[in-house]
Every structure is written in structure tokens, then in C-alpha cells.
T-cell receptor, first 118, second 111 residues
Framework: GAVVSQHPSRVICKSGTSVKIECRSL??????MFWYRQFPKQSLMLMAT?????????EQGVEKDKFLINHASLTLSTLTVTSAHPEDSSFYIC??????????????FGPGTRLTVL | SQKIEQNSEALNIQEGKTATLTCNYT??????LQWYRQDPGRGPVFLLL?????KEKRKERLKVTFDTTLKQSLFHITASQPADSATYLC??????????FGSGTRLQVQP
């Protein structure tokens, strides 16, 4: 089956630093990847849609200058949380769609990255 | 505004029984609906997809129904096992856009 990995799985950083999270599709190409954020006992909230070779599309209320997304290849998208603050502490999850697959409506999710900002 | 509601209270059932989870939505016309399983500290795992023109889908011990008139989906796990204990998320989708998730219902199957 399609596998999506994320790195790191956990990160603890000081307030004001930047953190980069990688999302990789291991055995398929993904033109489109999605970044979600999930707070405890809450739903996954879409942050942005990442398209290979073009600018990401951010959801309303998500600061694009704070959450930098780069989708430089068909298997890698990165999310950089710049100048992180404690309120950015959350569980960040990426997902990917298989390019060209007939089942375009199926997304494969990564295992998530737990970010804690002190 | 669009709203997806899942029972926020945990569902506790006895092993061997059928678990039924509910997903209701408003102000939404999804083309398809999906159910995911999420374990603590992990990403969601896809279980089943059902399209707007389908009434029911089955996969092993899982069954999903989709009633676009009631704007409701039911997710059933038959012969439940303690290993089925997890949070189950429903997600709605239209076209090629990202999914919109409910907040999930935690299922606890007692041995």
C-alpha cells in the first residue's frame, strides 16, 4: 500500500526558533499533498494544500509567512514553522494523493509530527 | 457554515458486539465520505470510502451507510474486538479538494 512518512516524529524547540517538518511519499508520486494540524481531542484542520512546483494554497486564517510550505519534488513536501511560539504546539499531519490514480479521492496520511514549543 | 458532527462522548461496548458510530453533517453536499481510524499520537488510517450515489459499503467486519437525505453516515464494526479500540473519524470530500474532518468518536471495546 501507499506509504507516507514524516520526519521528525517529535520535536521540542525553544520559542522563536524555526522548525522544519518533512513529508515524503515513499512508494508513489504525489502531485498534491495536504498539511493538517490537530489539537488534542479535536478534528484535523486543513492548513494548506501543497502542489508540486507551485505555491501552496493556504486556508483562511493560516499565516503563509509563518507556515512556509515547499513542494519541490513529487515525493517531498516540507512545512517550516517560523519563529515558533507555544501556541504553535500541536500535532502536524501531512497527507498525499497518488498522482494519476483513478482513486484520486483517497488520501494517504503520514504518522504525524508532535511539535512542542517551550 | 459547514458542520460535521460526531458523538464526542466515548462509545464503550463489550467485545463481540456491534459498534455503531454516527456522522451527521449540515450545509454540505459531499461527493464522497470516508472513515478513518486514528490511534493516539498517530496519523489517520483510511478504512472505507462511500460515494454519494452509494447506499452501503462493506469491508470485512466494517460496514458504512450513507444517507444523503438525512445527511448522515453510519459506521458499523461487527464482532468487535479490543484491538478495534481507537478514535474513528469521518471525513467529507468534494472533487479534488482536501477532506473536511469530524472531530471523531473514541471507541473502547471491553474484553
Amino acid at each position: 500500500g501507499a506509504v507516507v512518512s514524516q520526519h521528525p516524529s517529535r520535536v521540542i524547540c525553544k520559542s522563536g526558533t524555526s522548525v522544519k517538518i518533512e513529508c515524503r511519499s515513499l512508494d508513489f508520486q504525489a502531485t498534491t499533498m495536504f498539511w493538517y494540524r490537530q489539537f488534542p481531542k479535536q478534528s484535523l484542520m486543513l492548513m494548506a494544500t501543497s502542489n508540486e512546483g507551485s505555491k501552496a494554497t493556504y486556508e483562511q486564517g493560516v499565516e503563509k509567512d509563518k507556515f512556509l510550505i515547499n513542494h519541490a519534488s513529487l515525493t517531498l513536501s516540507t512545512l517550516t514553522v517560523t519563529s515558533a511560539h507555544p501556541e504553535d504546539s500541536s500535532f502536524y499531519i501531512c497527507s498525499a494523493r497518488i498522482t494519476g490514480r483513478a482513486s484520486w479521492d483517497t488520501q494517504y496520511f503520514g504518522p504525524g509530527t508532535r511539535l512542542t514549543v517551550l | 457554515s459547514q458542520k460535521i458532527e460526531q458523538n464526542s462522548e466515548a462509545l464503550n461496548i463489550q467485545e463481540g458486539k456491534t459498534a455503531t458510530l454516527t456522522c451527521n453533517y449540515t450545509n454540505y453536499s459531499p461527493a464522497y465520505l470516508q472513515w478513518y481510524r486514528q490511534d493516539p499520537g498517530r496519523g489517520p488510517v483510511f478504512l472505507l470510502l462511500i460515494r454519494e450515489n452509494e447506499k452501503e459499503k462493506r469491508k470485512e467486519r466494517l460496514k458504512v451507510t450513507f444517507d444523503t437525505t438525512l445527511k448522515q453516515s453510519l459506521f458499523h464494526i461487527t464482532a468487535s474486538q479490543p484491538a478495534d479500540s481507537a478514535t474513528y473519524l469521518c471525513a467529507l470530500g468534494t472533487g479534488r479538494r482536501a477532506l473536511t474532518f469530524g472531530s471523531g468518536t473514541r471507541l473502547q471495546v471491553q474484553p
